[in-house]
């Protein structure tokens, strides 16, 4: 982690122990999974005794403000309210700009489901200080994550419903709708991939594809869209070739078979129909 974040959160932590109402704290993020490098942010979140909750955000601002030079900015989740406040701070400090994440968790409303997830599978090992000791109670029953789950009939159906629909966005050369169709064909082939190869149960679908297999994470990065039409087909063709080896062999892992679907007439349209383009 850099120096100057580093340097940061230790002194903002030790702040925040001190201040009424502040029950304890833990690292979350890559900290907590072992994997930070020198580019990652800080994540930490607070426990805050529900009488405590109403000025701890402004509280934090505050304290954050006095060991860097400067708040750049501040954003704050959609779902922030009277359970939880997630805000990320960009810190200007000798010259740099570095994020800070903090999350403040309600301890009235500890067992709500948006909650949980911000001490799932929370050990001592992440723990930053506890003062009153119910940060150790969360750590001895957390909520545990699960292996990536979806339909794979779903999955595959959209997959070639959308790929289907890149052939006339080809031909009128609308990149604005083709990209759009690409995201889909992206979060369609993450997710089959999930499916057959997830292996952590914390996490989004973008830190849990850091762990697939190198050679499946490859065919996932042709999902882009550029001015360029003739390699957009080229990208998309090879994108859907990897499609459906991948989709194969997931089947074969989970002892499933994929059925009612022309997928050869809707492969073999396309390709006449984008022809040339």
């Not at 509280?59 to 006095?66: D, F, G, R």
């Not at 966005?169 to 057959?196: E, I, P, V």
Request: glycine letters at 8%; hydrophobic letters at 35%; one cysteine or more.
């Amino acid at each position: 982690m850099n120096q100057n974040l580093l340097t940061i959160s230790e002194a903002f932590a030790a702040s925040m122990k001190e201040t009424d109402g502040v029950l304890g704290a833990w690292n979350f993020g890559s900290v907590m999974h072992g994997t930070s490098d020198e580019y990652s942010d800080v994540d930490i979140i607070f426990l805050i005794g529900g009488n405590a909750w109403k000025d701890m955000e402004a509280k934090v601002s505050a304290a954050l403000s006095e060991y860097c030079d400067g708040v750049a900015l501040s954003w704050g989740e959609g779902f922030n309210g009277h359970s939880l406040i997630s805000n990320s701070y960009l810190l200007r400090k000798d010259g740099q700009v570095l994020q800070f994440d903090v999350v403040l968790l309600n301890q009235d409303c500890i067992r709500e489901p948006l909650c949980k997830i911000h001490y799932m599978d929370l050990s001592e090992k992440d723990i930053v200080f506890d003062n009153g000791g119910q940060v150790q109670e969360l750590c001895a029953d957390p909520p545990h994550g699960n292996p990536w789950s979806c339909s794979l009939d779903r999955v595959i159906t959209t997959y070639y419903f959308f790929f289907h629909m890149t052939a006339k966005y080809l031909r009128r050369q609308d990149y604005f709708k083709l990209n759009q169709t690409m995201r889909t064909l992206y979060d369609m082939h993450a997710s089959l991939l999930l499916a057959g190869y997830d292996a952590i149960s914390w996490g989004g679908t973008e830190s849990r594809l850091h762990f697939l297999p190198a050679d499946r994470q490859e065919h996932l990065k042709k999902y882009y869209c550029t001015d360029d039409f003739r390699l957009n087909r080229a990208n998309l063709a090879r994108s859907m070739e990897w499609f459906e080896e991948d989709m194969q062999d997931v089947l074969r892992l989970k002892s499933q078979t994929y059925g009612g679907s022309d997928l050869a007439a809707i492969k073999k349209f396309w390709y006449e129909c984008t022809q040339g383009r």
